[in-house]
């Protein structure tokens, strides 16, 4: 069963650095894409950072020059660095996985979430 558990959520000022790591059961390369989601009560789940097997990482606009998504293939695990961190990167950030089955069909998996609050 593939599970997805994210970890290093927390309360952090405004201008801060927070870490957040997900660890991958299997094999990291299972997935096509992996990446970070955020969302916040009455909101869609919003993207923050992808990164495919191949190609380049994508951001959002919002956090584009503050976070950085990278996959550490010896722990397989898919971490987010977010830096000089806003109020407005509060929210519940979900680590995802895309894979691609031998039918062709796609799926996702999701963990369960950490919160990341930012205030003063």
């Known amino acids: 069963q593939v599970q997805l558990v994210e970890s290093g959520g927390g309360l952090v000022q405004p201008g801060g650095s927070l870490r957040l790591s997900c660890v991958v059961s299997g094999s990291i390369f299972d997935f096509n894409v992996l990446g970070w989601y955020r969302q916040v009560p009455g909101s869609q789940r919003e993207l923050v950072a992808v990164t495919p097997r191949e190609g380049f990482t994508k951001y959002s606009d919002s956090v584009q020059g503050r976070f950085s998504i990278s996959r550490d293939v010896t722990k397989n695990t898919v971490d987010l660095q977010m830096n000089s961190l806003k109020p407005e990167d509060t929210g519940v950030y979900y680590c995802?996985?895309?894979?691609?089955?031998?039918?062709?069909?796609?799926?996702?998996?999701w963990g369960q979430g950490t919160q990341v609050t930012v205030s003063s």
């Open positions: 995802n996985g895309e894979r691609m089955m031998p039918t062709g069909s796609i799926v996702h998996y």
